[in-house]
T-cell receptor, first 112, second 115 residues
Framework: QKEVEQNSGPLSVPEGAIASLNCTYS??????FFWYRQYSGKSPELIMS????GDKEDGRFTAQLNKASQYVSLLIRDSQPSDSATYLC????????????FGKGTKLTVNP | DVKVTQSSRYLVKRTGEKVFLECVQD?????MFWYRQDPGLGLRLIYF???????EKGDIPEGYSVSREKKERFSLILESASTNQTSMYLC??????????????FGPGTRLTVL
């Protein structure tokens, strides 16, 4: 299994809907995770971090971590066209490495 | 706010030229990283530095070298640019503080074209 896997999409949702982005990870990845948003032609921007099992909410964004099933998800409520971007999940490798392992990203399009 | 800056947003170079990409961060972060990003391949780590003058190869170091003479600055060097090095280059930094979870902060990127 690749260390961090994402459904590459693309994912298309109507404006106002909930967008659900998912990521699975292997045992080689430590169990804190980050979600980055990357607009076309721009660099990744950190939007959510989650360190413990369960949910973490920040505005319209909710990150969910399920360690037993080794998946992490990002829910975007009331999706807006401005949420259209590629979303990357990432986690540190095990063993105290300073490095992150990134998924290849899921492209989200929110249609007005 | 963490600020990571890169010397150029767009760069065009010729095959065989020596290319320098500069990255500066203002948050006193110990760790700095260079990635390249290509369609379908995602982010790939080229080099990583965890302290001044310290470096570690990433997944694709061939054809690249790095320099870190000061804590805030991390340079990526393409010794002899080739067309397959045309890419988006991204610099990132992170803290080694006990309170940090290794989250990385990215610069704006440099889109390099090698002709």
């Amino acid at each position: 299994q690749k260390e961090v896997e994402q459904n590459s999409g693309p994912l298309s949702v109507p404006e106002g809907a909930i967008a659900s982005l998912n990521c699975t990870y292997s045992d080689r990845v430590s169990q804190s995770f980050f979600w980055y948003r990357q607009y076309s032609g721009k660099s990744p921007e950190l939007i959510m971090s989650i360190y413990s099992n369960g949910d973490k909410e920040d505005g319209r964004f909710t990150a969910q971590l399920n360690k037993a099933s080794q998946y992490v998800s990002l829910l975007i409520r009331d999706s807006q066209p401005s949420d259209s971007a590629t979303y990357l999940c990432a986690g540190p490798t095990q063993g105290g490495s300073e490095k992150l392992v990134f998924g290849k990203g899921t492209k989200l399009t929110v249609n007005p | 706010d963490v600020k990571v800056t890169q010397s150029s947003r767009y760069l065009v170079k010729r095959t065989g030229e020596k290319v320098f990409l500069e990255c500066v961060q203002d948050m006193d972060h110990e760790n700095m990283f260079w990635y390249r990003q290509d369609p379908g391949l995602g982010l790939r780590l080229i080099y990583f530095s965890y302290d001044v003058k310290m470096k570690e190869k990433g997944d694709i170091p061939e054809g690249y070298s790095v320099s870190r003479e000061k804590k805030e600055r991390f340079s990526l060097i393409l010794e002899s640019a080739s067309t397959n090095q045309t890419s988006m280059y991204l610099c990132a930094s992170s803290s080694r503080a006990a309170s940090s979870y290794n989250e990385q902060f990215f610069g704006p990127g440099t889109r390099l074209t090698v002709l």
